[in-house]
């Protein structure tokens, strides 16, 4: 299993849209083969970081969920908003394995 971190700058005063972005790809995730676990919103703090967090049983297969979304007509619609709206300023992804008993 690899675990995708992500972790967002965003524009605060445009929260509402992020959240309609993050709440979208809850579902894009799961629908092409993968388990999400959810979006972090700022709360407390810095008012503009977020984070998420979404896993794929390989490296193999998150690389097929990536290829599958950059043609998928939900998420090419979902990139098209963010690159018109400018509410996410940037981001960087981590990978991670989990350590289990």
């Not at 299993?1 to 709440?23: G, R």
């Not at 998420?52 to 390989?58: A, E, N, R």
């Not at 998150?62 to 043609?71: C, D, K, L, Q, V």
Request: with cysteine.
């Amino acid at each position: 299993m690899i675990t995708c971190h992500v972790k967002y700058v965003i524009d605060p005063y445009q929260l509402s849209e992020f959240e309609a972005y993050a709440q979208a790809w809850l579902g894009i995730v799961e629908r092409l083969g993968g388990t999400h676990h959810g979006y972090f919103l700022p709360s407390e703090g810095a008012s503009n970081i977020a984070y998420c967090l979404f896993s794929f049983p390989s490296l193999a297969d998150y690389e097929s969920y990536r290829h599958i979304a950059m043609t998928d007509p939900e998420s090419t619609a979902l990139v098209a908003s963010l690159v018109e709206k400018k509410f996410i300023v940037s981001y960087e992804r981590t990978f991670l394995r989990p350590m289990l008993r």
